[in-house]
């Protein structure tokens, strides 16, 4: 049941952000609308398939790299359906569907069910930590999305070009704000998750080493934040250097989890 | 029961000659009642600056199209025969297509713009709100017309993209602000220039929440005469650079031969960079606006072509959703007039029903004498199976004249009928 639930939801995100490059593609004034509802049926598959997990599997889904990938992706296609219904921006889904859809696929073809580590992380603590990082690498998923819109946008608005991207995307000042705003909301989510993890493992497990994939992980996102938001700092003087730093730091994570889980051990368990 | 529309519109009249036909919106209720009087007919009258047009559904046998044209040539000045080169006519389902087309923007000089749907809902509204000693001057049957002409309008603008983006220079400038800017609310914008081009930008930029206008002129009593207008402020024309530093927008339209804000204008005006984004649209030509200000960091400069190119582009949009437009007003004209073909029916449907009640009643009154010893219950009884009968020899023959009546074969039938069971033209039973 659950790999049929998940599968769905991927073949909902795939569908959600084909709808959404038809709709940029060409001027439809509902099919924002249904790309919308799509996404909403996605999720709601999404996290169907995720309950489904925890009752078939007795833990949530936050140990190994399938189910940790899907937690990911749900969270991303949730964020995606919040800044279209609340934000009313749901051309930004046109970049955060198609991550959510790469990721949650990913962990399909990865197999969604624990790996022989998962009984080890078992705990409130451990759950709170994970939780608490992914809601923060969401909220950089959609900064990221943001910042890349805002960039092409803005190219778009200073050639004086007024095609496609003119007409679908946001107005500067909102990606702005979203990238912004995801930004402040990531910030304190990742510190209390690194800080969260740090006392669980001082707590109940052997201390990591300061250069654990894990922690370097932790270390870089953390800091990808921080410059993100002191470029920031400086108002809309400012606000094109932050799109960028929002893509390139998000960029950063990307490739930086690629390297440490490439280098790191088959058995390093969690996220890695 | 006829239905037509006489008028004049953008197609069939120069502007000298339309705002001479159009009638003001006090005017609009003393229009309808002479209207009505003058033709008999419900009527609606939808003015514009584009189009004056009379909606008339007159009662059966009646025409009050030429009344109607009377009316609308007298109010110009002309012969009937001189105001008829320029009024138009359509009748029956021809004018309901009009309206459903004029209220979609179909019919409008710039295809798809917004505003005719709300100047629709007005004229019904006015319609609605005037009665005259007969009663009130909107019926059933125009009722029904403008309710389906505003739904099929609104259905138009929502599931096509036949009202999107701007379609003219000033709404094509509000439209790259708010590309930049989201919502205008609360934003502060010089003009310099006061022509009419800047005028009209202004007014749609206000109309957006655009707070504060400053307005820079040559002429400074041109300048505080528009700022006055439009509850701004006048700079002297020495001062515009001032004024930069604390603007989002700003609306150049002078007629100096030469660019007035030049790079070097704008670098002292801000010595240390536009702090937050500059939305410069110069609709001036030759243009006011020195091409290089656009490199500054933070500046979006737009020149007259590039509103054009908007428009031209969002024109070309609309017109590649005309066809999913006319499917939607060809359906709304499909739904109006079989609903509206089935009104001619209902007099015979319902005189066809009294002279089978009639029937019934004289029959069963007669039985019942020689039946006396039948208690009061078994006479009940005997009622209500014949009006069941009644009802179930009808129901074909009512379900069947609604359909003819939808499909076009309604007057062949109805004769038919009235022949068949002997009923006057209007519906009544026919008196030997």
């Known amino acids: ?272 | 029961m006829p239905l037509a529309v006489v008028g004049v519109s953008h197609r069939t009249a120069p502007i000298e000659l339309r705002e001479r036909f159009a009638f003001g919106r006090a005017e609009l209720p003393g229009a309808l009642i002479s209207l009505v009087e003058e033709t008999g007919a419900e009527t609606v009258v939808l003015s514009t600056c584009n189009r004056t047009e009379v909606y008339l559904a007159a009662p059966e046998g009646v025409d009050g199209t030429d009344a109607a044209r009377a009316v609308l040539a007298k109010r110009v000045g002309m012969s009937a025969e001189a105001a008829a080169r320029h009024l138009y006519l359509h009748r029956d389902r021809g004018a309901a297509e009009h309206l459903f087309r004029v209220s979609s923007g179909l019919d409008s000089m710039i295809l798809g713009e917004p505003q005719i749907q709300g100047q629709v809902r007005d004229a019904y509204a006015v319609a609605r709100e005037t009665g005259c000693s007969e009663g009130p001057v909107v019926g059933p049957a125009l009722n029904r017309l403008f309710q389906t002409a505003l739904n099929v309008g609104g259905r138009v603008r929502s599931e096509t993209g036949l009202g999107i983006g701007a379609a003219s220079v000033s709404s094509a400038a509000v439209d790259l602000s708010k590309k930049i800017f989201g919502s205008l609310k609360g934003r502060r914008a010089l003009v310099l220039g006061a022509g009419e081009m800047s005028e009209t930008t202004l007014e749609c930029l206000r109309a957006e929440g655009v707070r504060t206008a400053i307005v820079a002129n040559r002429t400074w009593e041109r300048a505080r005469e528009l700022a006055e207008r439009w509850g701004g402020e006048a700079v002297r024309w020495e001062q515009f650079g001032d004024a930069l530093a604390g603007v989002d927008i700003v609306i150049c339209s002078t007629a100096a031969p030469h660019p007035v804000l030049t790079r070097e204008r704008l670098r002292a005006a801000l010595p240390n960079g536009a702090k937050r984004p500059l939305c410069i649209i110069d609709i001036a030509l030759p243009r006011d606006v020195e091409p290089a200000v656009g490199d500054e960091p933070n500046v979006f400069l737009y020149d007259i072509d590039d509103l054009q190119a908007i428009v031209s582009g969002n024109l070309d949009r609309r017109r590649a959703e005309l066809p999913a437009a006319e499917g939607i007003v060809g359906t709304g004209v499909e739904e109006f007039w079989t609903w509206y073909s089935s009104l001619a029916v209902v007099p015979t449907i319902r005189a066809l029903r009294d002279h089978g009640e009639r029937v019934r009643q004289a029959e069963v009154e007669r039985a019942l004498r020689s039946l006396q010893h039948l208690s009061p219950d078994d006479q009940l009884a005997i009622h209500a199976l014949t009006r069941s009968l009644l009802n179930k020899l009808l129901h074909s023959p009512t379900v069947r004249l609604r359909q003819a009546a939808g499909n076009g074969r309604g007057t062949g039938v109805l004769d038919t009928v009235r022949y068949l069971f002997e009923l006057e033209p209007d519906g009544s039973p026919h008196e030997d």
């Open chain 1, 1 to 272: 049941m659950t790999d049929v639930l998940h599968l769905a939801a991927v073949a909902l995100y795939a569908l959600a952000a084909a709808l959404l490059g038809i709709s940029f593609a060409r001027t439809d004034r509902r099919l924002p609308a249904v790309a919308t509802t799509t996404l909403g049926l996605a999720v709601a598959a999404h996290g169907a398939a995720l309950a489904s997990y925890i009752r078939q599997f007795g833990e949530p889904p936050l140990v190994g790299l399938a189910p940790s990938l899907s937690v990911l992706g749900f969270l991303i296609a949730l964020g995606s359906l919040g800044v279209a219904t609340l934000g009313r921006t749901g051309p930004l889904g046109l970049v955060l569907v198609p991550v959510a859809a790469a990721v949650a696929a990913a962990a399909q073809a990865a197999g969604v069910r624990p790996d022989g580590e998962a009984m080890l992380f078992r705990g409130p603590w451990f759950v709170l930590h994970v939780v608490l990082a992914m809601l923060g690498y969401a909220a950089l998923a959609v900064s990221f999305a943001a910042g890349l819109m805002y960039l092409l946008q803005f190219r778009e608005l200073k050639g004086r070009r007024f095609g496609a991207i003119f007409r679908f995307f946001p107005p500067l000042e909102t990606l702005d704000r979203i990238g912004r705003l995801a930004l402040m909301a990531g910030l304190p989510l990742l510190s209390a998750a690194l800080l969260v993890g740090w006392a669980w493992t001082e707590r109940f497990q052997h201390p990591m080493a300061i250069g654990n994939p894990k922690i370097v992980l932790g270390v870089i996102s953390w800091l990808v934040f921080v410059v993100a938001l002191a470029v920031r700092a400086g108002g809309s003087r400012q606000a094109r250097r932050g799109a960028l730093v929002s893509v390139l730091g998000f960029a950063v994570v990307v490739i930086s989890y690629v390297v440490l889980r490439v280098g790191a051990s088959s058995h390093t368990g969690g996220f890695l």
